[in-house]
Structure formats: C-alpha cells, structure tokens
C-alpha cells in the first residue's frame, strides 16, 4: 500500500511540476505582449526559450552519449537531430551569411550523426529500442508533433486571416504558432529528464548482457 501511495504521489507531483512549466510558458507570451511589446519575433523571450530548452536537450542527449559507451550511437542520433532544430530556430542568424544557411549548416551535422551511428548499427538500433519503448517517448512525440505538424499547420496566414478578417495582425498569428512551438519543447525537455534519469540503470542493463 505504501509503494501504492508513493507511486500517486510522484505521479501527481509530476502533473503539478508540468502545470507550473505551463504557466510559465503563458507567462512569457504575457511578458512579450504586454511588456516588451516585441510582437514574438526572433528575438522575443518566448523564442529565446525555445532555443534555451533546445539547447538544453542537446547538451543532456550528448553528455549521456559521453557518459554511456553502450547506448553513445542513438544517444548521438537524437542529440544531432535537435541540434538540427536548434540551428533551424537560430537561422535568423545564418542568414547573416546567406539566405538559407542555416539548411548547410543542418544537413552538415545530420550527416555527420547518421555516420557515425552507421557505425555501430546493431549497437544504435539497441539503443533506439531502448528508447521508444521507455515511457518518456510518448511525452516525446507529442512534443514533436506540437512543433513539427500543429504548430505550422496552427500558424497558417490564412487561418488567421479568416479568423480575424479585417482585424488580422501578424502578432496574433505569431503567438500562437510560437507559444505552441514553445508548449512542444517543454513536453520534449521533460521526456528529455525523463529518459536521462533511467539512462544509468539501462545501460548497465545492456552491459551485463553484453558480458553474458
């Protein structure tokens, strides 16, 4: 019973931890509107917190390909894919060079992943199991879908245009692509932790297999 009794602690504890983070989510967007009056462009608090988590992400997945010899090629494939998205956000910052950099810069780095996961294919497939079966891949996806297909498909011009009409403003269109985008990455940084936390434990798990 007390294993029980934990077990829905920990679990809404999770929920109220993950509502928090919401709030703050909402609490930048007030925080661009209504103070900075930055109408969420590239350089707006909700979209510098999209590149902080991003980031984030990125820095954890490949510490644990450091720290994990056994599960180091998937860990370096889902690293190199949100550092993919990460240039993708920063490519206001490419543009400097030439319209559109930013898509040289990320086929650079998936290549440079997918190489070096091929190189180890039986040891990168393991490691790919071992996280689509963990439960975070499921706030994974969601957070994914968030960002790659509702938020796009969220923010076109000409929902909002129909939406608003004659009142149609950018902002508005902009917020709510950007505030959604930013609602995916929380729930990707959360699985993020969440998968980080149990790496410890699965990889001695395949190392004990792997001496048997």
């Not at 929920?15 to 709030?23: D, R, V």
């Not at 450091?66 to 494939?77: G, I």
């Not at 559109?100 to 039986?122: E, H, K, N, Q, T």
């Amino acid at each position: 019973m007390r294993q029980d009794l934990r077990f829905i602690l920990e679990r809404f504890g999770l929920f109220i931890i993950c509502s928090i983070a919401i709030g703050l989510i909402i609490g930048m967007m007030f925080i661009d509107i209504h103070w900075i009056h930055n109408s969420v462009h590239e350089t707006s608090l909700v979209e510098i917190t999209q590149e902080v988590l991003l980031l984030v992400m990125v820095s954890i997945f490949f510490y644990q390909a450091y720290r994990y010899p056994l599960l180091r090629h998937s860990l370096v494939l889902v690293g190199g894919f949100f550092t993919c998205m990460l240039i993708r956000e920063l490519d206001f910052l490419m543009d400097v060079i030439r319209q559109g950099a930013w898509f040289w810069f990320a086929s650079a780095v998936a290549a440079i992943c997918v190489i070096f996961a091929l190189r180890r294919p039986a040891t990168t497939l393991t490691g790919l199991v071992a996280f689509l079966k963990h439960p975070s891949y499921g706030m994974m996806i969601a957070g994914l879908l968030c960002v790659l297909v509702f938020s796009r498909l969220f923010g076109m011009q000409i929902l909002w245009k129909g939406i608003l009409s004659g009142d149609y403003q950018r902002v508005a269109k902009n917020m709510a692509e950007e505030g959604t985008e930013l609602l995916g990455y929380t729930f990707c940084l959360f699985a993020t932790l969440w998968y980080s936390s149990s790496l410890a434990e699965r990889h001695s798990r395949l190392l004990h297999e792997s001496t048997c």
